[in-house]
């Protein structure tokens, strides 16, 4: 069983602020996502990587996925209150549609 | 585009009682459909996949007698809560794919079981 550990768990921040949360996996994998959500909503997907040492950027948001392709992280540029939510990762293997989520990380935006 | 849709968003049941949940993909045809399964303030577990007109298959621990699920058509999937309790109360939100790499999710049903 794959172990998909997000840090830190929780993270409570004033607006305008930068950080950074990660995922880490225990092994390699062949996909990765991230997703934002909501109370009582579903996930949304924020962005999908795939190639090792990978660079995605989606406005504020920068998306890195490890050069061994066994962790990713997730900076947020100057955070703001609509940022707020469960950020989740994802990881899928190799021929193999099914996705192990993260632990998750709660983020919290202060106005 | 890539919308899926969930009904009920909510359900109130008594125990005792089946309690059936329907994932719709609208935009597309969904060749897998996924059942997660989440409590209060911890991340998506993975319940069963679900491929059309095929029989789904469950992960370890879960109760397939428990959580019937039907794949009918390539853009519906169900699952029914069989003689539901109060430990079967929870989120669950179901995910359709049509490629590999991405799955789109649906905006969850709650389920309280009194």
């Known amino acids: 069983t794959q172990l998909l550990e997000q840090s830190p768990q929780f993270l409570s921040i004033q607006e305008g602020e930068n950080l950074t949360v990660y995922c880490n996996s225990s092994s390699v994998f062949s996909s990765l996502q991230w997703y934002r959500q909501e109370p009582g909503e579903g996930p949304v997907l924020l962005v999908t990587?795939?190639?090792?040492?990978e660079v995605k950027k989606l406005k504020r948001l920068t998306f890195q996925f490890g050069d061994a392709r066994k962790d990713s992280s997730l900076h947020i540029t100057a955070a703001q209150p609509g940022d707020t939510g469960l950020y989740l990762c994802?990881?899928?293997?190799?021929?193999?549609?099914?996705?192990?989520f993260g632990t998750g990380t709660r983020l919290t935006i202060i106005p | 585009g890539a919308v899926v849709s969930q009904h009920p968003s909510r359900v109130i049941c008594k125990s005792g009682t089946s309690v059936k949940i329907e994932c719709r993909s609208l935009d597309f045809q969904a060749t897998t459909m996924f059942w997660y399964r989440q409590f209060p303030k911890k991340s998506l577990m993975l319940m069963a996949t679900s491929n059309e007109g095929s029989k789904a298959t469950y992960e370890q621990g879960v109760e397939k007698d428990k959580f019937l699920i039907n794949h009918a058509s390539l853009t519906l999937s169900t699952l029914t809560v069989t003689s539901a309790h109060p430990e079967d109360s929870s989120f669950y939100i179901c995910s359709a794919t049509s490629s590999a790499y991405e799955q789109y999710f649906g905006p969850g049903t709650r389920l309280t079981v009194t």
């Open positions: 990587v795939v190639t090792g040492g």
């Open positions: 994802a990881v899928s293997n190799f021929g193999n549609e099914k996705l192990t």
